[in-house]
């Protein structure tokens, strides 16, 4: 408190005194010696002192207002207006002096403060991890929305900081995956849920998010007819049908390179082991390795084989099933579109010159575009939208001039992710998915991901399956990508709608659904009622998972054939064949053999002993869910099962213990979702 202030105070309070006592007060003055008397109080004139200014913009001496003086600045001799202090209109805001705003930034220091602060985020103790993760992709999403040409800079700058990879630059700088991050982080919600499980799939970070609630109001044109149609009934003639899955075929492989590498992939000239940097230790046989993609020589000896082993080298196949991926597993930086379209033209190619005169129904994998694992909705718009369209467009033509795909399905398949629906003359309908749109893998999946049909992939499905039960057609289903087993392949939200899907349309529409993917022998069934009673009863779909011809990784090469009634379009049965790629190394420096392939299994004889079952009746989900009870009894039928889904490979595991249990769970979830409530994970593969 100032001296004035305290002064001011023990006057009025000693004033204050001597009036309560109703006496005069005596104040000192300075001079010691002499005092004055005050009196106790003073009335002030009732008008204002209007000599106090010269001017006024109102009355001051009237009573209804205060007074109004005008007033002048002597630094800047302007008067004040009477606006700034009318009590009628007082003035909002200040337009005359507004504080400044910051230089806007340039380009490169949004960069800079971008990774300044995910770096300080990274250290904030008041943030869990996840909070972390989130908030710095928030911080990359508005670097991308205000500077995309600076998104690729700092996700390498923080690839390198945070240690994520060992080859940044070949992941994710320019000509790789950096745009494409930068493109999800614009469009994504990164602040939400689509935020959560980036941060969840591809870091770690946070939990996944559960399912979003499925409404299927709409969805439908119909109600499921109840009764259903009757069945059709079998014709007792078999078609034969190829399902080939997986090639990669690798037309870098060097013969004598390192097959057992530590560094990417192997069978590469610059491909090493660590223990022997200059001398292979295990050099790449011609016909191919367990850690390695498939050479020409074992693509031309498979597809040599097949006619041979099938007993199809004068007729063909009636058709044949692709379920995906050409490719290699090349890094993305050795990824090119020539090198897309080139493997697409040599194995179409193949195909149509030694299996025979049979159409291929094929189906694009992740390994079939570039880069990898990559499709972008058309949603986005504009040249985002479309920027896989090479692509569709390219594999179409392909498709068209090989007379598999008809006209009438050309155009939809360019325009709409290579995603096709063939009508054949027997009246079975083949639709192909482009599965891609529901991978994990996939970034692009990763915008609007709590929808469950961003793409619109899944409304074409429904409404073909519509326009299929219309005209009592029955249906079998194509893709790549998995949409259940363990869960660990596929998104929740579209797979939950794509089983509801299949639950509307099965079994009386819905004959069989293929995929491959996995490179190993599996299968799912579909359940009524998104698989909330699991029984016999219940059982409605299967899906068959083909073997892949590669044998990466650590597996046999392999193929199946199916024999299918020509009016139900069931299956009846199926073989599969293997070659032991343990064996090439033998057939090295000398060319009077090549790789064996031989018969591996008959689907019923290994599987349907000691079930009742007609020698005729479809191998369908019934029958494959009386399967999955024997192995619950039978450890034995797990093991054959084990052994058959990496195709007999000396180096797969066995499946004992807490496996057993869980592998039959997979068996049973057709999508990831019914796969990650139901089933311990940890065991869907023998890799």
């Known amino acids: 408190m100032s001296v004035k202030i305290r002064y001011f105070l023990g006057l009025a309070t000693l004033a204050w005194s001597h009036y309560l006592q109703e006496s005069e007060f005596v104040l000192a003055t300075t001079d010691s010696t002499s005092t004055s008397t005050l009196p106790s109080s003073y009335a002030v004139a009732g008008a204002f002192p209007t000599s106090l200014y010269s001017h006024y913009y109102n009355n001051p001496t009237a009573t209804s207002a205060q007074p109004q003086p005008v007033i002048s600045d002597p630094v800047t001799h302007e008067i004040f207006p009477f606006s700034l202090t009318d009590p009628q209109d007082i003035p909002q805001y200040d337009t005359e002096d507004p504080h400044p705003l910051p230089s806007k930034a340039s380009s490169q220091m949004l960069l800079q403060q971008a990774v300044a602060q995910i770096k300080s985020i990274a250290v904030n103790p008041m943030f869990s991890t996840c909070a972390r993760c989130q908030a710095s992709l928030e911080v990359a999403k508005f670097l991308a929305l205000a500077a995309p040409e600076q998104g690729t800079n ?198 149509k010159r030694m299996l025979g005169p049979g159409p291929t129904y094929a189906t694009l994998g992740n390994h079939d575009t570039c880069l990898p694992d990559q499709a972008s909705p058309l949603s986005l718009g504009g040249a985002l939208g479309q920027q896989f369209s090479w692509l569709y467009d390219h594999v179409t033509a392909l498709w068209e001039q090989k007379g598999w795909l008809p006209e009438a399905s050309v155009e939809f398949s360019r325009a709409h992710y290579a995603a096709y629906m063939v009508k054949r003359a027997d009246g079975l309908r083949v639709i192909s998915l482009d599965t891609n749109l529901w991978y994990r893998s996939n970034y692009f999946n990763y915008i609007n991901s709590s929808e469950p049909d961003v793409s619109g992939i899944l409304r074409f499905l429904t409404d073909e399956l519509q326009d299929a039960e219309d005209a009592g057609d029955r249906v079998w289903i194509i893709g790549h990508v998995v949409s259940g087993w363990d869960g660990s392949n596929s998104m929740p939200n579209p797979t939950n709608l794509f089983y509801q899907i299949v639950d509307r349309f099965s079994p009386h529409v819905i004959a069989n659904i293929f995929w491959g993917h996995t490179h190993e022998d599996q299968l799912s069934i579909f359940y009524a009622n998104n698989g909330t009673n699991i029984s016999a009863e219940t059982a409605q779909a299967l899906s068959w998972t083909g073997p892949s011809v590669t044998p990466l990784t650590n597996l046999n090469s392999g193929f199946r054939v199916y024999e299918v009634d020509s009016a139900t379009f069931e299956v009846i049965e199926a073989y599969t064949w293997k070659s032991y790629v343990s064996d090439y190394p033998a057939l090295d420096l000398q060319t009077q053999y090549g790789p064996t392939f031989e018969f591996e299994y008959s689907t019923r004889e290994a599987y349907g002993g000691n079930i009742t079952w007609g020698a005729t009746d479809p191998l369908n989900a019934t029958w494959w869910h009386l399967v999955t009870e024997q192995m619950e009894v039978n450890p034995t039928l797990m093991q054959a099962f084990n052994s058959y889904q990496g195709k007999g490979s000396i180096l797969t595991p066995p499946c004992t213990g807490e496996c057993i249990p869980a592998r039959i769970c997979y068996i049973r979830s057709g999508s990831a979702s019914i796969a990650g409530k139901n089933c311990v994970k940890g065991y869907g593969s023998v890799q």
């Open 154 to 351: 700092l996700a390498l700058t923080l690839c390198e900081y945070f240690n994520y990879s060992s080859s940044c630059e070949k992941s994710y700088g320019p000509l790789v995956l950096g745009p494409i991050l930068t493109q999800v982080a614009s469009f994504a919600d990164v602040g939400g849920y689509d935020g959560q499980s980036i941060c969840s799939e591809f870091l770690g970070l946070c939990p996944a998010p559960s399912p979003t609630t499925l409404n299927l109001t709409g969805w439908f044109a119909k109600p499921k007819p109840n009764p259903l149609p009757p069945p059709k009934q079998p014709s007792g003639q078999l078609l034969k049908v190829l399902h080939l899955s997986d090639l990669h075929i690798d037309p870098r492989y060097a013969n004598g390179a390192e097959a057992n590498c530590t560094s990417g992939l192997c069978c590469r000239d610059n491909a090493y082991n660590s223990h022997s940097p200059q001398t292979p230790l295990l050099p790449a046989p011609r016909y191919g390795s367990f850690l390695c993609d498939a050479p020409y020589s074992l693509i031309t000896s498979v597809l040599e084989a097949i006619p041979q082993l099938t007993g199809t080298e004068s007729t063909g196949f009636d058709f044949t099933l692709f379920t995906g991926d050409m490719l290699a597993h090349d890094p993305e930086n050795q990824q090119s579109r020539a090198l897309n379209e080139y493997s697409e033209v040599v194995l179409y190619d193949l195909f």
